[in-house]
């Protein structure tokens, strides 16, 4: 078995680090909008801090970004150029809801995505479309608290209904929530949760993630009636723990932090809540408010296909005593010493991806998809202003080989690979442009300045050459 003829290579992108125009044709506010870069950020991101107004203090990312929202003929173009089959990109919410419960869809916002899509289309290239990529609007946190209310439930159907309907002959694949495991990790920043002191934050956390739950059955409901092929997916911040040594008490803690993850896309993909959960809750003493029909909705309308994203595999330990922690993506995970890391201590595995790839096809029997992967990686142009990003040849070359064996050797059915930021745009986790994952540089800096101008990398004649040969010529 090698890769699908119709293999749908690829990149990813999201709205909030690449549009810009944050308050443009009507747009609303979005909870991006407000994440400044700089010292606050991970306080607001985690839901710590309250920061729900922008002001003079701060620098927001969010609000220029790479000014795709002008230039994103210039930018589509240079993407087919590549080759490219596939393009991920997310629906700005607040673009077509300003915020959130208006009763008319706004027009100008719906036009902007009909003018992205054409130009897809115009190059035969399919849309992967997120419908929310750590996206709500502003008025919704402020008036219902966002998605600790089953309010949002609604407020998000409605959204579906609309973007399904106008866009039901342009787009086959879609996403329902961006890595939505990431739930538990940044409240604020993925799912627009602020706490209040004192209260039981994982009970907050749960009972929004299962209004995410229903939110994304319902989308799948809705998708399915709307266009029957349609292929719904869900979407994991993916990556398999490691136990630290073969002592099972380490084996059992990697078991049970993969299980934080896997738990939503065991209710997505399989439909129902899984009793390592709901035992989990009662020792934790969290009861999940269903409604009625919940349980039915979640087992009827399960997912077509499973995508994830993969930067590196985590590693834990039962031993309290081992301090060696590392950044991955925001996810607790110890230093792995067989690991080399990025720049930002990101750990770079590329057989996890393979081991991460089987675990998913062995749990869910459903095709899957890679949505992202990447290095972010400081690029330095030469006196041409030439980018010889060698370094991110060799990442991805190595995990295409990852997938592609485990797609050879293993049997796996792997739908296509869009790789992270293919074009230079804003770190979600740090709001920096330094960090590059792109095949297409992009003037500007972390400060907000530069002219904008797109280049092409040394990697973007590789992943075209990479491209046309269906990932056979890697080299
Ligand atoms: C994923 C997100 O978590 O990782 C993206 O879906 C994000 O939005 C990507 O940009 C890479 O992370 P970072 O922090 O390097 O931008």
């Given at each position: 078995m090698s890769l699908r003829k119709d293999f749908l290579w690829g990149g990813a992108t999201a709205a909030n680090q690449v549009e810009g125009g944050y308050l443009e044709g009507n747009k609303g506010l979005s909870i991006i909008d407000v994440v400044p870069a700089g010292k606050d950020r991970v306080a607001v991101k985690k839901g710590k801090m309250r920061m729900l107004e922008c002001d003079e203090q701060h620098f927001?990312?969010?609000?220029e970004a790479i000014d795709f929202y002008h230039h994103y003929k210039e930018d589509i173009a240079l993407l087919a150029e590549m080759g490219f089959k596939c393009y991920r990109f997310s629906i700005a919410w607040t673009r077509i809801f300003p915020n959130g419960d208006d009763l008319q869809p706004n027009e100008e916002g719906l036009k902007f995505y009909?003018?992205?899509?054409?130009?897809c289309l115009k190059y035969g290239i399919e849309p992967l479309v997120t419908i929310t990529h750590f996206d709500v609007?502003?008025?919704?946190?402020?008036?219902?608290?966002?998605?600790?209310?089953r309010k949002m439930v609604d407020y998000y159907e409605k959204l579906c209904e609309t973007i399904f309907t106008r866009y039901k002959e342009q787009v086959k694949y879609w996403l329902t929530f961006n890595?939505?495991?990431?739930?538990?990790?940044?409240?604020?920043?993925?799912?627009?949760?602020?706490?209040?002191?004192?209260?039981?934050?994982?009970?907050?956390?749960?009972?929004?993630?299962?209004?995410?739950?229903?939110?994304?059955?319902?989308?799948?409901?809705i998708a399915h009636r709307i266009n029957p092929k349609f292929k719904i997916g869900c979407m994991l911040a993916g990556a398999s723990t490691y136990p630290y040594t073969c002592d099972p008490e380490d084996i059992?803690?990697?078991?049970?932090?993969?299980?934080?993850?896997?738990?939503?896309v065991d209710v997505q993909s399989r439909g129902e809540y899984p009793n390592y959960a709901k035992k989990m809750f009662e020792r934790m003493n969290i009861s999940i408010k269903m409604e009625d029909g919940d349980e039915e909705l979640l087992r009827n309308n399960t997912v077509d296909f499973v995508s994830f994203s993969y930067y590196g595999s985590r590693l834990t330990s039962a031993d309290p005593e081992k301090n060696t922690q590392t950044a991955a993506n925001l996810f607790p995970t110890l230093r792995n010493p067989y690991l080399k890391t990025s720049e930002w201590g990101w750990q770079i595995d590329p057989l996890g991806l393979r081991i991460t790839l089987n675990t998913l096809y062995d749990r869910?029997?459903?095709?899957?998809?890679?949505?992202?992967n990447g290095l972010g990686a400081i690029d330095t142009p030469d006196e041409n202003g030439y980018i010889e990003d060698d370094y991110r040849i060799d990442y991805i070359r190595e995990h295409i080989k990852a997938f592609k064996v485990a797609v050879e050797e293993d049997g796996i059915d792997l739908l296509g690979y869009t790789t992270w930021g293919c074009i230079d745009l804003v770190s979600a986790s740090t709001g920096e442009m330094s960090k590059r994952y792109g095949f297409i540089y992009v003037d500007r800096d972390d400060t907000g300045k530069g002219t904008m101008k797109r280049s092409k990398k040394k990697s973007f004649d590789w992943y075209k050459k990479v491209i046309s040969s269906n990932g056979e010529e890697l080299e």
């Open positions: 927001y990312p969010s609000h009909d003018r992205v899509l054409d130009e609007p502003v008025h919704l946190v402020k008036t219902v608290g966002s998605w600790r209310s890595e939505i495991n990431m739930l538990l990790h940044l409240p604020f920043s993925s799912s627009g949760l602020v706490f209040e002191e004192g209260e039981n934050e994982e009970a907050v956390k749960y009972q929004a993630a299962h209004h995410q739950l229903v939110a994304s059955a319902k989308a799948t409901e059992w803690k990697a078991m049970g932090r993969d299980r934080e993850h896997y738990f939503f869910y029997q459903k095709p899957l998809f890679i949505v992202e």
